[in-house]
């Protein structure tokens, strides 16, 4: 199984804001606060890491 693997970093520009779900949200805040990375990254990784993975069916 692939594992999404981060780290600190400095702080990217260029944002847009978007909706998630509050359960979404809550996952989130609980990730950012045990790594103490922002949401805004963890969002951003994890949607790279699945995009170069994503298979659509028909």
């Known amino acids: 199984m692939d594992m ?3 780290s600190k970093s ?3 520009c260029g944002y847009k804001q ?3 779900r509050s359960d979404t949200h809550a ?3 609980q990730i950012s606060k045990e790594t ?3 949401m805004t990254k963890l969002v951003n990784e994890m949607v790279r ?3 170069e993975r994503i298979e659509v069916e028909d």
């Open 49 to 51: 890491f699945c995009a």
């Open 18 to 20: 978007m909706m998630i």
């Open 10 to 12: 400095a702080s990217e």
């Open 27 to 29: 996952v989130l805040s």
């Open 4 to 6: 999404l693997v981060i």
């Open 36 to 38: 103490g990375i922002p």
